[in-house]
């Protein structure tokens, strides 16, 4: 729908504007080929293809400049957008959907002025996945701490899971409304959605809850930082979000992870399985204080009332790996090993 803010400082130039991000890079023989520059974070199956993301820089010439002043001063910047891919089984590129031509790029959140891939990295899109309803597609965009359904066939934006901080006009308009208390996801990892069958989906995800769910837009970082599970019901046809679940409490108390992360609803017990990727403190101490690598993972399954019910920690000494363990993403199967 390429909605964008009615208002500019400035007009942007006439001609191109969003470049590759470097040379095209030659495809290895025996590879199904992909039009595409720097596929990333996700591969999602479809019956006749895939959905996945790419980049390309993209020049804005208006972009703000501070997060003390997210509103301006704005100056011309190249950021790095966000692409969702519908791929066929062959390679065939059938829908190449720009965020940036989407979303406001005026609007940062934390880390949006992080240079990455030589450009601001605005938006970092990291999961993309399909709405088992109607068949829309699904982004999980990190920076903007938002999550987003396109229209499939179009690409237009339908609605916006997320802070209301910082959106306008007509963007502000396609936001999900609060149900009571909604606490909001920040930095948010491994999305998926469940459908309840009532015309209602469960959007279930890992949220990291970097700079303490704050924006530049809404204040200060309090510092209290901790990550958890959680699910919203979305009820499409009355556009309102409802918190229903979290889980954010381990065996040792709430954890912190300032990037990675998974969430997945198990279909046979009801339980959710997630992922603490990257934890330096697992509530007993600094690994690094405690003679492991400096991250480790912690693996957690949360029962309906949000308790724990499995754990599992991955770390090794310090001595073996001075970095440590981190993980993306977990899935549980039945087992390794063929019947």
Request: glycine letters at 10%; charged letters at 25%; a negative charge.
């Amino acid at each position: 729908m390429g909605a964008r803010r009615a208002a500019r400082p400035a007009a942007r130039p006439a001609g191109p504007r969003a470049r590759r991000l470097g040379p095209r890079r030659r495809r290895p023989s025996g590879r199904v080929p992909v039009d595409a520059f720097a596929l990333h974070h996700e591969a999602f199956p479809l019956p006749d293809g895939f959905l996945t993301l790419d980049l390309r820089d993209f020049d804005d010439d208006a972009y703000p400049v501070s997060y003390d002043r997210p509103a301006g001063p704005l100056r011309p910047a190249t950021i790095v957008d966000a692409l969702v891919l519908d791929v066929a089984t062959d390679g065939t590129v059938r829908s190449r959907w720009s965020l940036a031509e989407r979303l406001d790029t005026q609007r940062i959140g934390w880390m949006s002025l992080q240079v990455d891939a030589g450009g601001l990295d605005w938006a970092h899109a990291n999961a993309v996945f399909l709405d088992p309803t109607d068949g829309n597609v699904v982004v999980s965009v990190r920076h903007q701490d938002v999550v987003v359904e396109l229209d499939r066939a179009t690409g237009d934006v339908r609605w916006l899971l997320g802070n209301p901080d910082g959106w306008a006009p007509p963007l502000a308009d396609l936001r999900l409304q609060p149900v009571g208390d909604v606490s909001w996801p920040s930095h948010q990892h491994g999305p998926m959605i469940v459908d309840n069958g009532d015309g209602t989906i469960d959007v279930v995800m890992f949220d990291n809850g970097n700079y303490g769910r704050t924006t530049p837009y809404s204040g200060v970082d309090d510092g209290d930082h901790y990550s958890r599970m959680i699910a919203y019901r979305v009820d499409e046809a009355a556009r309102t979000v409802e918190q229903v679940w979290v889980a954010d409490e381990t065996s040792t108390g709430r954890l912190f992870v300032p990037a990675f992360g998974d969430a997945d609803r198990l279909p046979l017990t009801g339980n959710t399985l997630g992922v603490w990727g990257m934890v330096f403190d697992e509530g007993e101490g600094k690994n690094v204080d405690l003679g492991r690598g400096a991250k480790s993972v912690r693996l957690v399954e949360a029962g309906p009332d949000g308790a724990p019910v499995w754990e599992l920690s991955a770390w090794t000494p310090r001595e073996a790996w001075r970095e440590g363990w981190q993980a993306h993403r977990a899935q549980r199967i039945p087992t390794l090993y063929p019947r």
